[in-house]
């Protein structure tokens, strides 16, 4: 049985390694397809200044790529490819290695993990697809990417957090020490909360451990309205108002009503007089 590679010094390591001689050459930009294993999730983000800087002094780094029927498939440099075709070149360097449906999904994980490339989310994605499906330990990961082992393993401890609070990460909205601290939360619906409430307020992740060890006010869970104060929200939003808020107390009634412009409120008003008469 052939024995399994392994990524332990690192990308160069590995193509110095497992590919003799891979070919540096120069490919028509349009002859390249896109990988379609990238691990990021929106790879055409934040490519401006590298199209500007590429449109002065060229793509410096080749892309890595293989052939594929004819044509040539990027293993690793898709946003290098991407800002060479938006800059207007017709060629760009690349190393071209023979790799398999594995060993490029292999390969273009690793570049990207050692680029630092990739938000937390999908960092964590990328070592738990290396750890799984490519067998690797913690140990051999962090030897790839320049890191130590407890890193890998915080990263992919951040997977276990609640969908919420896992697309609030991967939108930018909170830190990865923001997410690490909410995993103290078990409860998924109290995370979500804690989660909201740091970036309506804005905290530092400092101000999250307080906040998480009780020196600092914890949000309020919202109270549902109840069906006969959705009735009455309803008939509000009808009448024009952008949002509207009743609660039905025993001593008082609380209205709440939201409008953008002077000419929202005055049509709401108008619509109300003309329902009265």
Known sequence: MKEKRRLGRGLEALISEDFSGPELVSVPVEMIDPNPRQPRARPEDEIESLTASIGKLGVLQPVLVREVGGRYELIAGQR?????????LARIPAMI????????LELALVENLQRKNLNPLEE?????HLSEDFGMTHEEIANAIGA????????LRLLA???????????????????RVLLRVDDPEEQARFAAFIVEKGL????????????????????EPSPEERIYESAFASLGARSARVRLGKRKIILTLEFKTRGELDGFLGRLKERAQ
Request: glycine share 6%; charged share 35%.
């Open 97 to 104: 290695l023979e790799a398999d449906d594995a060993t490029s």
């Open 124 to 128: 964590a994605r990328a070592i738990l």
């Open 204 to 223: 530092t992740v400092r101000e999250t451990e307080k906040l998480l060890a009780g020196e600092v006010k914890a949000p309020r869970k919202k109270k």
């Open 161 to 179: 957090l609640s969908e919420p609070v896992l697309r609030l990460l991967e939108e930018g909205s909170i830190t990865e020490g923001h997410a």
């Open 148 to 155: 130590d082992r407890a890193t890998i393993t915080n990263k």
């Open 80 to 88: 290098r490819w991407m800002a060479a075709r938006a800059a207007g």
